[in-house]
């Protein structure tokens, strides 16, 4: 092809991928309207809306002469230079068809199946502490998310990077793994540190009831200061706080409040929100291709916990907002700056990986993340797995649970297959604490603009070295161009503990 | 085809059909979330998204396959007898589908085009009481619509008819007229002879603040006391007050509230939960297949003004409703049954049809409908239709308009091309009167029942004798078995006087 038929073909692939994007920004609104109140007897039919168009997309994903034209397009002048948008675009376009077609549809529609009752089973097993009763179909999840890996698994080095690979583009577990170890071995005598002190925050700055109408007036109140665009997303609530995109300039925050929780809907609105500006800062005249997607999920989890924790968790955002607070809550009147961030900061070990500090979170996520790599390279049976995550949580974090509720049923996330994915929350945490290390280095103190409500600085970094790049760089080449470092735990373990050693004394 | 052959092929085509509605349900969601938030900058977005799925059902409801499926059809033995639902199904969609392949691309394209410029021209020369600036976009609608109504018109008596049919099927415009001209000979004295009265209510229970909240819950209270099942559907806020439906158990009703007005938010209500009834009423079965659509935008319109006026501006609803309202709104705890139910059926001629009260209403439809006819006629030009607007106001409600806001650019329905649309609104006012006397007929006092609270009564017999016929009748014959009646302004004219004389001293 010459010049001309390159960029003629790659206009027709664009706008294809795009009519494509129509239908799947349509569909990501059948599923937020299903997480913000259908009506409870409307489930059904919106499965059946939300299946037609999985498959129209699916179809066209798939589709021969689409196919072909990427194949043109790989082998065209137009995949160099290799991060251009243009050529990243070609590449993500091709990785995601060439992976559907590898995939055989039987392999596809078992694993959809499985994933579906499976959910099913949970949500019914766990209240249960059935166990027995969900082990059948994690097993076959488990088999049918191994034979996956094995299909995909000739790029990689073992069948667990394969599934991680479509978490985390290119990430290989051994690596991570040594990054974690270094991690655990800090934390794990960090949390022992702290949890053994005789002094800390007791929650009573926060505890009692708080109106909820307030909490939804602050939250959004926050959110539109650290830089969210409501002319571009909405704020909603749901069950499972999460945040959707329904287009360029549409992207959906969701959060929950709960009366006797202060913090709650706050902290979730600051974390959906921390997704949502990434999103809002994608370039949106490539909405729908490659350069227009965020790098990974990793990226991504970096970017709501550096808003939540990082920023929102600091001494300094309190003192900027706690006078506003104060206006909403007549309770919080002669709290001081240093008992609500102490409160906000208490570290103690628990079984429950959402509800987990900053601290220990990281450890729910390692052990979770070690046995599922055992999991899909069969050193370890699902029948095993109880034991071997009660004996996880003692090691790392001295507790264990006193049944399967809260232990390994409490996430649905093997449940719905999601096997590889754990690892982008540290990955997030990691490269949050890497990201804010180098904002400081380029813009001075940032704790100072935080206290006087100044966030643009920093979301302007991100926007710079972060957002801005889409998918054009692989997530590793991202972080190491933004940050000048490769990955490390060190920065977030320095983080910690400058934070969190002085709260107990 | 034999038996079997033709059941299969009806199979096949229902399979089709309840395909295509999938996409129509996403598409009103798509539409439904447009009205109810959608951040400023994502309507761009949300049009392609529109535009998209619209021509995606426009290409499955052309297909030439699915054609001659019907015509099959239609010749089959399944086409007898023709009320059962498999007929009247297949009539309506060989009905829809002869007339989308009737009508040229090239004019649907251009009125797609047109309509939507027009209400965009409208918007904006609206406030500037500028009618030049509509006149050459309204002319060219006008035109287009009469473009389409000539070549549709080949089975109707007049072009105009043809238009009408489009929302009220079968409906012929001289059978309308006769009833429409006895109702204006009886409702011109009525009004004025309730304006020339001394007394009568003046306002002043219902004047005041309102707090909204309590608005709020008042009108879902009182949606779900008449019926409305909230496991089936929503009630939401928007600027125009609408209904629609996303599926067969997925029906949305959207109001608006202020708080300087006791009765915009809780009549908009009742009025939209009165479509809602219908939806929620119709046979599941038959989602998305003519026997489970509404008859005709006539008989919606009857079931929503039936809740509204008749129901919920009745003395007797008040009884029961006053109470409730007063829980919640301190300052009408001194008012009576009789000062709320008199103030909330004030009578008196204005120029804007949708701040009408229920006498006057009728009169500000009957003009639009002779001069849009006259229009479609060419008996009448775009030019003179300002002057053709005042004398008309004069003539029957002795108020001229001072200028074109309040006057010919009020409404938007010509701008988008509703040509044909208005009289369904009158239509729905006579056959709501031709119903509720049908019922009493059958059911005794309605009156006491709503007293009560106990309005199941009326909904059970709407159901059986509206509801669950879906479109299987004409929607003459639908109104014809269930009034025992033909069409007729008495029962309104009767309603209205019965209710409205004694107000007025």
Redesign the interface.
Known sequence: MNTSQSQALFQKTYDYVR?TS??E??LA??EW?EQT??????A???A??VA??SG?IHQRATNCDYGAWLSELANSELAHPSDSPVAASIRGLKRDFDKSVQLPLDLVTRTARAVTVGQQIWSLAKPKNDYAAFLPILKEIVALRREEATILSKNHACKYDSLLDQYEEHAKSDEIAVVFTELREQLVPLVQRLTNSKSGPDGKSIAGIFDVAQQQELSKWVATQIGFD?????LDETVHPFCTT??????RILTRYFEDSFSSGLYGTLHEAGHGLYEQGLPTEWFGMPAGYAASLGVHESQSRLWENMVGRSREFWQWCLPHAQQRFPQLKNVSVDQIFADLNRVEPSLIRIEADEATYNLHILLRFELEKELIDGNLTCEELPSAWGDRYESYLGIRPKDDREGVMQDVHWAAGLIGYFPTYTLGNIFAAQLMAAAETELGDIPAMVANGDFAPLLNWLRQHVHSFGSCLKPTDLMEKATQSKLSSKPLMAYLTRKLVPLYG
Chains 1, 2 share one sequence.
């Open positions: 009519e129509l239908l920004s349509t609104l059948l309207d109140g259908i009506p409870a007897h409307a059904e039919f919106r059946n809306q037609f168009l129209l409501f002319d571009r997303g909405r329904l287009g360029p300039h549409d992207h």
